[in-house]
Every structure is written in structure tokens, then in C-alpha cells.
């Protein structure tokens, strides 16, 4: 797999002023106790895995706990907006997927981009998968054979209503004049909804890449599409660009999710600047490289 990088604390850049300087943050007695973290999506998924090797690289230079927990539902916003609601002091955090902007529009909460400083170490694409043994070896030869049934028979998975799984699965359908054949399930997460592909619930699951990677290299489950703009080859799996088929949908490649941790937006300076010096520090790590970029087909935002 080729992996692409961008500039060095970009993504702190994007949302945090460094120009404080961490001079000054050297000396804060923060933190004084574990920190808690809210995941808002189930374990074993995307979101989940990043934000657990994250943190375990950000602990050791911190010197305290960070916690992990996984609050899930309504597309991480359970998670979050207790975060939101939180005294700012920095002690709680919210890790996962940046989708905040879609909370207050699809009204499962009032949180949203303006709550929270966001740090951004990786972007994964967003894939069908199938099981591995499906009679489908091709994107084509699915919508062929969705084409053909009738309506309601081929049921998808993704992790819940505007997530990047059900827009790409809403995409392709459309693209693919099937929208209306195909029926949507909503899960809490990616992995959660690869469980329900394993266990025959579901036709195909479209979700981040990382969150069904390792049993597509264990050879559970195939890819047969992914929304990026060339073909990606990871562990020996072929992950084919949907623009070859559907070259009109390659500029939703921007829904392709970011992962991160988010910290309350009123936090103090002093606070801010040593959680992103620590950031900046954590994602460079062969440890947090090795859990999302070579088990989990990140690619960095370093």
C-alpha cells in the first residue's frame, strides 16, 4: 500500500493556534488525574482502534491514564455531546470519527464542529465488503444480480444514518439505478455491522476500510469496491477504486472519514497546547504507525 502524508501538525494546525507556544505548557500541572475518553462507535472498529492507539502513546507522555470507553449511537453523538456538555477543564475527551457537522442536521444532537478543538492523525476509504465465500466477486456482478431480484431481498449494513458507509452505499445504489431495491440497515458502528455480514443478516456492509481490513486479510470477508481514486493493495487484498466502474463518484471521496480525539472548545490554552504537543508526539510513534497504518490501512495525517 502506498501512503500519502501531509505536512507536519497539520492537522493541529487546522483547529488549534500553536503559537501559544509549548514552552508554557511545559510547566502546567495538568494533568492531575486519569482522562476519560468517549468513543462514539463500537469496539473493534475504525474509531475505536485509532483512538485506543492513540492515547496509549499520548499516556506515556502525559504520565496519567487515559480511559477508554465506548458510549455509542446516533453516528458517535451520544458520545459527544456529553463531552460538549462537560466542564472544560480537560479531563473528558471524545474520540473517533469527525462527523460532527452532521449531528445538528440529521437532529441527533445540538454538539457540533464549534464545540470541540479537533486532532486529526488519520483518513481511512470507505469500502463494500461481502463475505468471502458470497457469490459475487465483482461490484458488477452484484448490482447485476441486485438488478435482477426482486425489491427488498438485498439488505446492507453501515454504521447508521449519515455515516460515510450509508453515503457511499446510498451512491453507488443510486449511481447503479438500485437505490430503491436495496434496503438500508443502520448499525452502531462498522465492525458491528461486519458482525451482522458474518452472521448472514445482511447482503454487503459498507463501512470504513479499517473496520473490516483484518478479517478481510484473515479471509472472512472481500472488498469489492472502495471510494478512493486508485486501487489499494493491503496484506496481499486487492481494494478496487469504484471510479473505475463510477468515475462520477470520485468526488465523494471526501466523505472518506478523518479520525482523532476532540477536546471541549472552551478547554483553557494552557491545556490545549499540551494535549496537541503531546498529539504531535503520539502520532509519530512506532507503536500508533503500527496499529493504524499496517493493521489498519490508515493513512496518516501526521
Same mark, same amino acid.
Given at each position: 500500500?502506498?501512503y !500519502?502524508?501531509?505536512?507536519?501538525?497539520?492537522? /493541529?494546525?487546522?483547529?488549534?493556534?500553536?503559537?501559544i507556544?509549548?514552552a508554557?505548557?511545559?510547566?502546567?500541572?495538568?494533568?492531575?488525574?486519569p482522562?476519560?475518553? =468517549?468513543?462514539?462507535?463500537?469496539?473493534?472498529?475504525?474509531?475505536? +482502534?485509532?483512538?485506543?492507539?492513540?492515547?496509549?502513546?499520548?499516556?506515556?507522555?502525559?504520565?496519567?491514564?487515559?480511559? /477508554?470507553?465506548?458510549?455509542?449511537?446516533?453516528?458517535?453523538?451520544?458520545?459527544?455531546?456529553?463531552? $460538549?456538555? $462537560?466542564?472544560?477543564?480537560?479531563?473528558?475527551?471524545?474520540?473517533?470519527?469527525?462527523v460532527?457537522?452532521?449531528?445538528?442536521?440529521?437532529?441527533?444532537s445540538?454538539?457540533?464542529?464549534?464545540?470541540?478543538?479537533?486532532?486529526?492523525?488519520a483518513?481511512?476509504?470507505?469500502?463494500?465488503? #461481502?463475505?468471502?465465500d458470497?457469490?459475487?466477486?465483482?461490484?458488477?456482478?452484484?448490482?447485476?444480480?441486485?438488478?435482477? %431480484?426482486? !425489491?427488498?431481498?438485498?439488505?446492507?449494513?453501515?454504521?447508521?444514518?449519515?455515516?460515510?458507509?450509508? +453515503?457511499?452505499?446510498?451512491?453507488?445504489?443510486? $449511481?447503479?439505478?438500485? /437505490?430503491?431495491?436495496? *434496503?438500508? +440497515?443502520?448499525?452502531?458502528?462498522?465492525?458491528?455491522?461486519?458482525?451482522?455480514?458474518?452472521?448472514?443478516?445482511? %447482503?454487503?456492509?459498507?463501512?470504513?476500510?479499517?473496520?473490516? $481490513?483484518?478479517?478481510?486479510?484473515?479471509g *472472512?470477508?472481500?472488498?469489492?469496491? &472502495?471510494?478512493?481514486?486508485?486501487?489499494?493493495?493491503? @496484506?496481499?487484498? !486487492?481494494?478496487r477504486?469504484?471510479?473505475?466502474?463510477?468515475? @462520477?463518484?470520485?468526488?465523494?471521496?471526501? +466523505? &472518506?472519514?478523518?479520525?482523532?480525539?476532540?477536546?471541549? *472548545?472552551?478547554?483553557?490554552?494552557?491545556i /490545549?497546547?499540551?494535549?496537541?504537543?503531546?498529539?504531535? =508526539?503520539?502520532?509519530?510513534?512506532?507503536?500508533?504507525?503500527?496499529?493504524? #497504518? @499496517?493493521? *489498519?490501512?490508515?493513512?496518516?495525517?501526521?
Amino acid at each position: 500500500m502506498k501512503y !500519502k502524508y501531509l505536512p507536519l501538525r497539520l492537522a /493541529v494546525w487546522v483547529t488549534f493556534p500553536l503559537w501559544i507556544g509549548f514552552a508554557d505548557a511545559a510547566e502546567l500541572k495538568w494533568p492531575e488525574k486519569p482522562i476519560t475518553v =468517549y468513543v462514539g462507535w463500537t469496539a473493534g472498529g475504525s474509531s475505536d +482502534i485509532t483512538t485506543r492507539a492513540l492515547v496509549m502513546e499520548m499516556e506515556k507522555r502525559l504520565g496519567r491514564k487515559i480511559l /477508554v470507553t465506548n458510549v455509542t449511537g446516533a453516528v458517535g453523538s451520544i458520545g459527544a455531546t456529553p463531552v $460538549a456538555k $462537560a466542564p472544560p477543564d480537560g479531563y473528558l475527551w471524545f474520540g473517533g470519527s469527525a462527523v460532527h457537522g452532521t449531528w445538528p442536521i440529521l437532529g441527533y444532537s445540538d454538539a457540533s464542529w464549534t464545540d470541540f478543538y479537533a486532532f486529526l492523525d488519520a483518513v481511512m476509504p470507505t469500502s463494500i465488503y #461481502v463475505l468471502d465465500d458470497a457469490p459475487w466477486k465483482t461490484i458488477e456482478q452484484l448490482i447485476a444480480d441486485i438488478q435482477a %431480484s426482486p !425489491k427488498g431481498r438485498f439488505r446492507y449494513g453501515h454504521p447508521g444514518a449519515g455515516s460515510n458507509g450509508s +453515503i457511499f452505499g446510498g451512491l453507488l445504489l443510486e $449511481a447503479a439505478g438500485v /437505490v430503491d431495491k436495496v *434496503r438500508s +440497515i443502520p448499525y452502531r458502528g462498522g465492525r458491528e455491522a461486519g458482525r451482522y455480514l458474518l452472521s448472514g443478516e445482511i %447482503s454487503f456492509a459498507s463501512v470504513t476500510m479499517g473496520d473490516l $481490513a483484518d478479517w478481510a486479510v484473515a479471509g *472472512r470477508v472481500r472488498p469489492l469496491a &472502495n471510494l478512493f481514486s486508485s486501487e489499494i493493495m493491503f @496484506e496481499g487484498v !486487492k481494494y478496487r477504486a469504484i471510479t473505475d466502474i463510477y468515475p @462520477e463518484l470520485e468526488p465523494y471521496q471526501a +466523505i &472518506n472519514p478523518c479520525y482523532g480525539i476532540y477536546v471541549h *472548545r472552551d478547554t483553557p490554552e494552557e491545556i /490545549v497546547t499540551k494535549i496537541a504537543e503531546t498529539f504531535v =508526539y503520539a502520532i509519530q510513534q512506532e507503536g500508533f504507525q503500527k496499529i493504524v #497504518v @499496517e493493521e *489498519r490501512a490508515g493513512i496518516l495525517l501526521p
